[in-house]
């Protein structure tokens, strides 16, 4: 489904669209690109050696307090999409990712722009300075601009 690469300094996922997330019209289903962008962060983390299992081991989870997603072109089967992916750290709990949806020729197809945080998974609240637990698991922090 996806071959992560960090050409020009930018972190990218090639995703392929599958036949099962085409809807009525023929074109990738509006929820899908929301999917797209999820897998591109989990690979985003990844890539800079994060999983899961170390977040929750340090007793937190990523959450998204806000998602807008701006469509600028249709997807459709047998299509591919490099979905890109960076962090802008903040000072307090929260943090920016700026993604973008773009056709291996360059042309746009969507804007994901989240805002995030870590919470304490005992007691559900935003932890402060989440960049300073991403830093602490992270084989690689520069992947996360850390």
């Known amino acids: ?8 300094g930018v972190f990218s996922v090639r995703i392929s669209v599958r036949a099962y997330e085409i809807d009525g019209n023929g074109h990738v289903n509006s929820a899908v690109y929301l999917q797209y ?4 962060r989990w690979e985003f983390l990844r890539a800079a050696g994060i999983d899961q299992d170390a977040l929750a081991g340090r007793g937190v989870g990523p959450v998204f307090l806000e998602t807008v997603l701006r469509y600028q072109a ?16 903040g000072s307090g709990k929260t943090f920016q990712v700026v993604q973008r949806l773009r056709r ?16 304490d998974l005992a007691t559900r609240k935003l932890v402060e300075q989440p960049a300073r637990h991403y830093r602490a698991i992270s084989r690689t922090p520069s992947v996360l601009g850390l």
């Open 1 to 8: 489904m996806s071959h992560p690469s960090t050409d020009n």
């Open 37 to 40: 962008a999820e897998h591109a």
């Open 74 to 89: 249709e997807l459709r089967y047998p299509d591919t999409v490099d979905v890109t992916c960076e962090m802008r750290w």
């Open 104 to 119: 291996p020729d360059g042309g746009a197809v969507a804007e994901v722009d989240s805002v995030g945080g870590l919470i």
